[in-house]
């Protein structure tokens, strides 16, 4: 093998590992907005104001609630599957970035 190929060879690792990474983060981002938001729905349904929680597409009657002072949800946000799949996918990226890094670290 060349110097060129082994470059590219180990560019190539170098390169899975930052997407591997940057897919992380982005799973831990989406992780960290669906607990906000979960954080959000569970203030307000423990609040004085439970009437304020809708879910879109649902019809707000202002005479309970003013305008302006509904607050929206997703209905997606209690998914299940979505939390599931979210979840796994986190483990399964920081298992692969493990790996990546553990066969990297002899070249280093």
Same mark, same amino acid.
């Given at each position: +093998?060349?110097? $060129? ?25 989406? %992780?960290? $907005? ?10 307000? &349904?423990? #609040?004085?104001?439970?009437?304020? %929680? ?8 202002? $005479? ?12 997606? =946000? ?6 599931? @799949? ?5 483990? $399964? %990226? +920081? &298992? #692969?970035?493990?790996? +990546?890094? @553990?066969?990297?670290?002899? =070249?280093?």
């Amino acid at each position: +093998m060349t110097v $060129q190929e082994k470059h590219a060879v180990l560019g190539k690792a170098h390169a899975e590992l930052k997407a591997k990474k940057e897919e992380l983060d982005f799973l831990r981002l989406a %992780a960290y $907005q669906l607990g906000e938001d979960l954080k959000r729905l569970g203030f307000i &349904l423990s #609040s004085q104001e439970p009437e304020r %929680a809708f879910f879109n597409g649902a019809s707000v009657p202002v $005479q309970i609630v003013p305008t302006g002072k509904a607050v929206l949800f997703e209905r997606t =946000i209690f998914d299940a599957d979505k939390f599931l @799949e979210l979840t796994e996918g986190i483990r $399964q %990226a +920081m &298992l #692969s970035i493990k790996d +990546m890094e @553990e066969r990297l670290a002899p =070249i280093r």
